[in-house]
Each structure stands twice: as C-alpha cells, then as structure tokens.
C-alpha cells in the first residue's frame, strides 16, 4: 500500500509512518528508511539524531537519498517496505541548490517520486503542511511553498490512502487504514 502523511511539524507524523512502514513489513521483508535531510544546523542534526534514536530496533536500513530518490528502483527490492522522509527536505534539496534557486525543481522532484511510487508496492511518503499560516513571506520561501503543494498533490494522487495528522490526530482523507 502507498500512504502519504501530511501534517504540521513535530505533530507526530513521522511517529505514524514508521508505525505504518514497519506494519507493511510483515507483507514484505526488507525495510528501508529514505533520508532526505542535509542538515544545515544544530537543530537539524538533532532532529535527526532523534529520528535515528527512534526507530532504532525496528529493522529499517537507512539509506541517505537527498536527491535522486528514483535511483533507489535499482538497488533495492521493490517488494521491500519504505519510508520516505520527507518531501519537504526533498524538494528544498533540489530548489536551493548549486547557490541558485530552481524555481522548476518540483518537476524532476515530482518525476522522481512517480517513478519511486509506482515501482514500490508498499511505501509511506511523509511531508509537511506549511500552507495554512497568513505569513507574507519572500518570493523564493512563496515558491518553495507553491512546488511543495505541488509535489505534495503529486504524491496524494498517485497514494492509495492520504493521511493528515493534527495535534497527533489522524485524519484520512482518502482510503481505509486500520489505525
């Protein structure tokens, strides 16, 4: 099955899709965790210090894929379970690259995912819903933010259940999902 999780940060998104991820192992075996963040930062190498802490035990295989996620078909089984986190770090990757801003980077990000999706029987694709603030932001963030929608749109067409988690809520706007 193909899940996409979207919802606010630290509301427990990446909580469920390891949850549902190592649910769907049971179905296929191999396990493997799409990392797509390049920290900048203290915060973010903490966060995913914490990621890693986690889901330590649960027999993911991490593979560090901040581009290029469709080149993973050829390595790995596509009956395997995956969980890809996140489209959020995935797209800023190939926009804010090079030291220039690919205003068209939601295209090869949204080829890339397709190509991924429709290879992988059971995946859980996890992103970040940054659309509902009033915030007037620079033209490049407003950008960012549209190819995300985008990207995000992509990814819930193609998903065979979409999931929204607020305040560690879930909400499923398409599909069934025993939760």
Known sequence: MRIFISGGCKNGKSTLARRLAVAQRALSGELYYIATMVPTGDDDLRRIARHRAERAGD?????????????????CDSGAS????SLTALLQNEMFRDGEIHCDAHVRVIAELTRLLD?????????????????????????????????????????????????????????????
């Open 59 to 75: 027999g993911f295989t991490t593979l560090e894929q901040p581009r290029d996620v469709s080149s993973l078909i050829d390595t």
């Open 119 to 179: 290879a992988a029987e059971n995946i859980v694709v996890v992103s970040d819903f940054i659309y509902a603030d009033a915030g007037i932001y620079d033209a490049a963030t407003e950008r960012y933010r549209e190819c995300l929608a985008l990207v995000d749109r992509a990814a819930a067409e193609r998903c065979d259940a979409v999931l929204e988690v607020c305040y560690s809520g879930i909400i499923v706007h398409k599909g069934e999902l025993d939760l």
């Open 82 to 85: 995956f969980l890809l986190d």
